[in-house]
């Protein structure tokens, strides 16, 4: 299994940004991807989980309303929609997936649960 993160750059406050992983290997009937990201001096913090078997998406309550997950199963890419962004935003995002995990699950913020991670995309919101 391959993961790999792009679409991360400089906006300004209340900018979007549009996040890109491109998976490779998930060939399995049900699987979790999630997105993290990871500010400087700070522990990864999961920001969305997406379930391959009933499209169900789960955010943490900081993004809700303001960010978004999709699939696009004929190009095995996940976005993540950012939408007015925040400078507290600012971070490294990564993608994960595991095939065990649910999202249902409290579980799916721990990053301990993903056995699989991109090497990250830098994503900066400033003025």
């Known amino acids: 299994v391959q993961l790999v993160e792009s679409g991360g750059g400089l906006v300004q406050p209340g900018g979007s940004l549009t996040l890109s992983c491109a998976t490779s290997g998930l060939t399995y009937d049900y699987y979790a991807i999630g997105w993290f990201r990871q500010a400087p001096g700070k522990e990864r913090e999961g920001v969305s989980c997406?379930?391959?078997?009933?499209?169900?998406?789960y955010y943490t309550d900081s993004v809700k309303g303001r960010f978004t997950t999709s699939r696009d199963n004929s190009k095995d890419m996940v976005y993540l929609q950012m939408n007015d962004l925040k400078p507290e935003d600012t971070g490294v995002y990564f993608c994960a997936s595991d095939r065990y995990l649910y999202c249902s699950s409290y579980q799916w913020k721990q990053p301990g649960r993903y056995n699989y991670w991109g090497q990250g995309t830098q994503v900066t919101v400033s003025s």
């Open positions: 997406f379930s391959k078997g009933d499209g169900a998406t």
